[in-house]
């Protein structure tokens, strides 16, 4: 599976951005879709995830109620919606993908990776 993410870029705090997740490649079994964002200086953290059937997701606590995951599987692509952004949601968002239909938190749990979108909130 080849994933390429896109749509990060700068906004003001209070700002919303939507970035996109195309899945490429094998496609057709299910397989759970998750955002991570690593920032500066920091290690790569769990952000959202959510099932190949859509009715399961996950958020971590620092983005609840802000942030949407959402997937359209006929076009094989992950969303997430951030709304409310503040400074410290500047990351390099990566989306990540697994085999099966259960999500993880734990970024040795994902076997396949996009290369990764910019988004910098400023204040």
């Known amino acids: 599976v080849q994933l390429q993410a896109s749509g990060g870029g700068l906004v003001q705090a209070g700002g919303s951005l939507r970035l996109s997740c195309a899945a490429s490649g094998r496609t057709f079994s299910p397989y759970t879709m998750s955002w991570f964002r690593q920032g500066p200086g920091k290690e790569r953290e769990f952000v959202a995830a959510i099932s190949w059937s859509t009715d399961n997701t996950g958020y971590a606590d620092s983005v609840k109620g802000r942030f949407t995951i959402s997937r359209d599987n006929a076009k094989n692509t992950v969303y997430l919606q951030m709304n409310t952004l503040k400074p410290e949601d500047t990351a390099v968002y990566y989306c990540?993908?697994?085999?099966?239909?259960?999500?993880?938190?734990?970024?040795?749990?994902?076997?396949?990776w996009g290369q990764g979108t910019l988004v910098t909130v400023s204040s």
């Open positions: 990540a993908a697994r085999w099966g239909s259960k999500w993880y938190s734990s970024v040795s749990s994902y076997d396949y």
